[in-house]
């Protein structure tokens, strides 16, 4: 059963930062991309990143491009979503999710694809 965990969400000023964990657990070897998502209340689920596991290909969406950077380590089993210069808008619950495709520029906007879901970590930023 794959398990997907995350972390470091808190509360930062604007122009902060913050580092995201997802801690994976039971990712088999055909799964071959992780994603990050966010949703703000009141708005729909938006897809920001993601990595294929493999090879590395990293995707940013414009929102997030030049102060998201995302990575794995060396075991493959926890993904790191670094964030600089956080803005207000950035204020959502974060969520990684994993999928049996590679990370390409369209994969986020295809929610249906990613098939095991974390719980989500609150990153709210303040002006």
């Known amino acids: 059963e794959v398990q997907l965990v995350e972390s470091g969400g808190g509360l930062v000023q604007a122009g902060g930062s913050l580092r995201l964990s997802c801690a994976a657990s039971?990712?088999?070897?055909?799964?071959?991309?992780i994603g990050w998502f966010r949703q703000a209340p009141g708005k729909e689920r938006e897809g920001v990143s993601c990595?294929?596991?493999?090879?590395?290909?990293?995707y940013y969406a414009d929102s997030v491009k030049d102060r998201f950077t995302v990575s794995t380590n060396n075991a493959k089993n926890r993904v790191t979503l670094q964030m600089n210069s956080l803005e207000p808008e950035d204020t959502a619950r974060y969520y990684c999710?994993?999928?049996?495709?590679?990370?390409?520029?369209?994969?986020?906007?295809?929610?249906?694809?990613?098939?095991?879901w974390g719980q989500g970590t609150q990153v709210t930023v303040a002006s």
């Open positions: 999710a994993a999928t049996f495709f590679e990370c390409t520029n369209t994969i986020v906007h295809r929610e249906r694809v990613f098939t095991s």
């Open positions: 039971g990712l088999g070897s055909d799964h071959r991309g």
């Open positions: 990595i294929s596991i493999r090879d590395g290909f990293r």
